[in-house]
């Protein structure tokens, strides 16, 4: 049964991972997901045909190039498509038909899009991070309904608040101590939605997303050093390690939880 539902999510993960790739590619040039209505070839305006808008499969037929003008399609097309399928493959794999499967996959798909976004542009747009809070808590009171136990959102929603609270603490803290702009709002914004959800999957599942976080970008920013590609100083974007941390909570959170509780003793 868990396979079957996770290869349903799979899919589904290829489809919305395809439909993904529309606001990484247009939010940060202002455009909508509506507008224009039908996607068209950045280099030469041909319209995509509908055989050539199969996740993954046309990207490989057409080795990643335009059929009209032969331009290279940006490798993030497939990237975004796989790296959605698999994690919500992963994602249902462990969670099954739990009432809070949905949230999980609307957190999971705008985790990928605030990656993407982020690594190409540095800037996370308010289009995702102002109505996701809004869509999550909706289905996640639905879930609630459901299960009739409170207690878990209840803390979510204080995390909603006390996670990015504590972020523009610090980077409050940074900016008067350095006079440099610590995290980004976009980061902040975003984790109004990420203190949501981390927050109702457990209070130690706030610590093992912290310690996710910062344990990814500190080995990130080691490589880069090491490779020569950064500067100790060089502004690497935030939002792909708080993405890193929060999967790695919805994932692993229970086995993670066990590490804390015994690391802390209780
Ligand atoms: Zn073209």
């Not at 039908?38 to 993954?56: L, Y």
């Not at 009432?99 to 605030?114: E, I, M």
């Not at 878990?152 to 909603?160: C, E, F, H, Q």
């Not at 523009?168 to 203190?195: H, P, Q």
Request: glycine share 12%; with cysteine.
């Amino acid at each position: 049964m868990t396979v079957l539902i996770s290869i349903v999510a799979g899919v589904l993960g290829l489809t919305l991972g395809s439909f993904a790739n529309v606001p990484i590619a247009r939010w940060p040039q202002g455009g909508t997901v509506t507008q224009p209505s039908r996607s068209a070839c950045p280099a030469c305006g041909a319209a995509i045909r509908a055989r050539d808008n199969i996740p993954v499969i046309s990207w490989l037929a057409l080795r990643g190039r335009c059929r009209d003008c032969a331009a290279p399609i940006s490798p993030r097309y497939l990237v975004v498509e796989v790296a959605t399928g698999v994690l919500f493959a992963g994602v249902a794999a462990v969670w099954g038909l739990d009432p809070l499967l949905p949230a999980l996959l609307v957190f999971t798909w705008a985790l990928v899009v605030a990656t993407a976004i982020d690594l190409e542009h540095r800037i996370i747009p308010n289009r995702l991070t102002y109505p996701l809070p809004g869509v999550l808590l909706v289905l996640m009171v639905a879930a609630v309904a459901i299960d009739g136990d409170w207690t878990d959102l209840r803390r979510g929603l204080i995390a909603m608040v006390a996670v990015p609270g504590v972020m523009l603490a610090l980077s409050e803290t940074f900016r008067l101590l350095r006079g440099k702009v610590g995290i980004g709002m976009g980061d902040i914004k975003l984790a109004v939605s990420l203190g949501l959800v981390v927050g109702t999957l457990g209070g130690l599942h706030l610590v093992v997303f912290a310690y996710g976080t910062i344990i990814s970008a500190g080995l990130i920013a080691i490589v880069l050093v090491v490779a020569g590609r950064a500067t100790t100083a060089s502004r690497i974007p935030f939002g792909p390690y708080l993405a890193v941390g929060a999967m790695l909570t919805v994932l692993a959170g229970d086995p993670l939880t066990g590490v804390v509780r015994a690391w802390l003793g209780l």
